[in-house]
């Protein structure tokens, strides 16, 4: 028995030793059998359509925007055929809109077929936009949302982000729902301290704005201790948070933070401080990280806001490609913010 197998074993070794060394050139005749005998039709090199996807971030150090290039990168992938690739490459702008400007010029040399923006500084989108309509090349801008003139300037221009006007009135509401509505020192007033992603962003703007409004909407008092820039990151979160209690003490009653990174940095100050969130103090912050949403669930802090990185990555991506594939895209694509309390 052993032998038998291993005369197999050898013979059909050497047939397939044959096969390899036989010439490129197969008899016509042969042809059409070798083809029938291959397990999946190859589509043939020229039915296979790549088309290149330049993607440039702002910072990869950046808690939000790592999920969000993540799942752009993978989502894209994902949507490949037989006969469509995707060759994505995505750039970290390292937070410095000269060096973004360069990889933008660097990818429409090499004649991507689209560009997706997450802009360093969203002022710069006019200069984007012209270079890429001068190559014929659309652009999704995704995140940080330029000025509506600027998206006036092109018709294969398009903004994919969450509104974050719904943001910051979440985060208000959450706290106006709370049975003291935020007043944990019971004096009257909401007494606040609030800490800013980079104020050049609207997403800064407006949640610091409308956290607010919501809290005034609801007939909350309100008074602001201390407002100052942390630019997103966990670390001035957690030093602005330290500065802000030591000041004020008891006298804060609730941080809000424009995200969870900053929220993550006040909490640590919150805990060093010898402060308990949900006793004496409230903290809300916005992107539902998952550490946060557990520190919800744990009533470590009071509340967040869903910032739908899938969503906002898919909708970019299926923008890109109806670019690619010569559809129109609306100018505006929204993508809804969810409370988590
Ligand atoms: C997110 C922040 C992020 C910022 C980057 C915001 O929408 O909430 O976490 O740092 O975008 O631009």
């Known amino acids: 028995m052993k032998k038998i197998l291993t005369f197999v074993l050898v013979l059909a070794f050497a047939l397939s030793a044959i096969a390899c060394a036989a010439p490129a050139a197969t ?3 042969e042809a059409p059998a070798a083809e029938a005998a291959a397990p999946a039709a190859e589509p043939a090199a020229d039915a296979v359509k790549t088309y290149k996807v330049g993607v440039c971030i702002y910072k990869f150090d950046d808690n939000f925007m790592t999920l969000y290039r993540q799942e752009l990168e993978s989502y894209l992938k994902s949507l490949e055929t037989d006969t469509v690739k995707y060759e994505v490459t995505v750039v970290d702008g390292k937070g410095d809109m000269a060096e973004q400007t360069n990889q933008v010029d660097t990818f429409l040399a090499q004649g991507v077929d689209v560009l997706i923006v997450n802009l360093v500084q969203s002022s710069s989108a006019a200069t984007i ?84 409004k919501a809290l005034t909407d609801a007939g909350i008092k309100v008074e602001e201790l201390f407002k100052q820039r942390g630019d997103w990151a966990q670390e001035k979160g957690q030093e602005l948070a330290a500065n802000a209690l030591a000041q004020f003490g008891n006298k804060i009653d609730v941080i809000f933070c424009n995200n969870d990174g900053m929220a993550l940095g006040a909490y640590q100050a919150i805990v060093a401080a010898g402060r308990t969130v949900g006793k004496d103090i409230y903290l809300v912050g916005v992107d539902a990280l998952a550490e946060c949403v557990q520190m919800v669930k744990d009533g470590t802090m009071t509340g967040t806001v869903l910032n739908d990185h899938i969503g906002q990555s898919h909708t970019a991506v299926d923008a890109a490609v109806k670019y690619i594939m010569g559809e129109p895209v609306e100018t505006y694509l929204w993508v809804d913010y969810q409370k988590v309390a």
């Open 27 to 29: 008899p016509a005749a």
């Open 129 to 212: 936009t012209d270079k890429a309509k001068a190559a014929g090349v659309p652009v999704v801008y995704i995140n940080r949302e330029p000025s509506a003139d600027d998206m006036k300037a092109w018709d294969k221009i398009c903004y994919v982000g969450a509104d974050a006007r719904q943001s910051g009135t979440y985060q208000g509401e959450i706290i106006a729902s709370l049975p003291n509505k935020g007043d944990q020192n019971g004096d009257g007033v909401v007494s606040y301290v609030m800490i800013m992603g980079d104020p050049e962003n609207v997403d800064a703007q407006y949640r610091t704005e409308f956290s607010i």
